[in-house]
């Protein structure tokens, strides 16, 4: 099998590494020889001091005409990966990818598209990094109907987030961490504001409950708004902040988003830290599973591509045969009872206690503290997002309130 890549960065180095490291076992195990043929980056003289730099290229043209059977695309980004990719297939070449933007935007027409040449386009490492989880989802869990997906699934997040809640570090000090670690994308506005996770969970929730929805319409909330007394009130809960994303069926309700949430210190979710990604996926017949590892960095991510490389070798075929039997109603809110975490700031914080008491019946509210800002945290339990809200917006019209935000809590 001759290989080209596309992109010698992060992702692409890791790959070529793992051919020359896997290259004998392949020969002995399945009687193939893998070699990278080309490689196609920017400016390749930086490359030159590169023991292999004869096989850089600077054209795609030079791939597409060439004699590579499998293209690896990890550029990033839309464009001009969705080119590139397109006319490898369309030139009957298996396409690997590890882009999830691209998936994410021209999934669907792309596998089309290689159906219709032929070949086989494979994206393993587009969600949970190193994590095989997409595998598993169409193929060891097709016997089931996916009730839920919640997941961990950006590693700068939530090394992030981590880097805050056990060393009190500051966020722009850790992002900065984070990019030198190679973890965070080129601009890491996709990972901070929730993008890069949005398109993780469209693809996961495609795969697994056959339901397509764009990126861009889903609740998307990143890290970006949450500060240190935020990862305060949640520890004064035993909890901590994560960024979670959701694809949760209950009835014929589907809620899929990506929000920070408060999740128990010793929960399955609330020990994920670091880099490491977790994919809690219920099956009605397995009940939860655990999909658990390093979602970002160089040689996990290449060692989904290299499985990728290694299934276009014993030859399978794409299998996509999902057994869901809803037809979902999507909604943007979170339309399950839940509990809230709420920070409520005002010029009288007397009052606006009196009216949080009034407004929520009593019963469900808790002042969990009194922070030196003036401000309050509160714990309302037991409403869904809609009711919250509206409950808050009386709480507006009062006249009292500065600034309100709030953090769903998930108990499990
Ligand atoms: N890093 C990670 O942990 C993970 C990354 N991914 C995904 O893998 C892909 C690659 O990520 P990563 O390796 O980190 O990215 P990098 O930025 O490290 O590498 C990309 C390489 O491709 C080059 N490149 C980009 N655009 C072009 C172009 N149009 N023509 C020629 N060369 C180009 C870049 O050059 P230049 O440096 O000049 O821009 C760079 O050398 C992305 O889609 C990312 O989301 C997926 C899972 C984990
Ligand atoms: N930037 C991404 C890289 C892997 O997809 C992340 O942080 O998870």
């Not at 490359?47 to 550029?75: C, Q, R, T």
């Not at 014993?314 to 909604?331: H, M």
């Amino acid at each position: 099998m001759k290989i080209a890549l596309l992109g010698y960065g992060t992702v692409g180095s890791g790959v070529y590494d793992l051919v020359i490291k896997n290259r004998e076992k392949i020969r002995n195990k399945y009687n193939e020889d893998i070699e990278v043929i080309q490689i196609l980056d920017r400016n390749i003289d930086r490359f030159k001091d590169l023991a292999h730099y004869n096989v850089f290229v600077d054209s795609i043209d030079k791939i597409i005409n060439g004699k590579a059977d499998i293209v690896i695309e990890m550029l990033g980004g839309v464009n001009p990966a969705y080119d590139f990719v397109k006319k490898s297939l369309l030139s009957k070449k298996h396409v690997i990818t590890s882009n999830k933007d691209l998936i994410a935007e021209h999934g669907e027409e792309l596998r089309k598209i290689a159906r219709e040449s032929g070949v086989r386009i494979a994206y393993e490492a587009s969600v949970g990094g190193g994590i095989p989880v997409l595998k598993p989802l169409k193929e060891s869990l097709v016997g089931n109907d996916i009730l839920s997906i919640q997941a961990i699934i950006n590693g700068t997040t939530n090394f992030i987030l981590s880097k805050m809640y056990n060393e009190n570090m500051e966020y722009s000090k850790v992002l900065k961490i984070a990019q030198d670690m190679g973890f965070a994308e080129a601009d890491p506005t996709s990972d901070v504001k929730g993008y890069d996770a949005a398109r993780k969970i469209t693809i996961l929730t495609d795969l697994g409950l056959d339901f397509k929805i764009n990126w861009k319409d889903i609740y998307c909330e990143g890290i970006d708004n949450i500060d240190a007394q935020d990862i305060i009130n949640a520890k004064n809960l035993n909890s901590k902040i994560k960024l979670i994303a959701f694809s949760k069926a209950v009835d014929n309700k589907l809620y899929i988003a990506v929000r920070p949430v408060v999740v128990k210190a010793d929960s399955t979710l609330g020990k994920i830290d670091n880099e490491f990604n977790g994919v809690m996926i219920t099956g009605d017949s397995v009940g939860e599973v655990l999909f658990y590892g390093k979602g970002a960095g160089k040689y996990p991510t290449a060692s989904a591509v290299f499985g990728d490389i290694v299934d276009i070798i014993i030859n399978k075929n794409e299998s996509k045969i999902v057994l869901s039997k809803e037809n979902y109603e999507f909604t943007y809110k979170y339309p399950f009872k839940s509990d809230w975490l709420v920070r409520v700031d005002s010029d009288d914080i007397n009052k606006v206690t009196g009216k949080i008491f009034d407004i929520f019946s009593s019963n469900r509210v808790e002042i969990t503290s009194f922070l030196s800002s003036g401000e309050i945290a509160l714990k309302v339990s037991d409403i869904n997002e809609y009711e919250l809200e509206e409950n808050l917006l009386k709480l507006k019209e009062t006249g009292y309130l500065k600034a309100v935000k709030y953090f769903l809590i998930d108990n499990a």
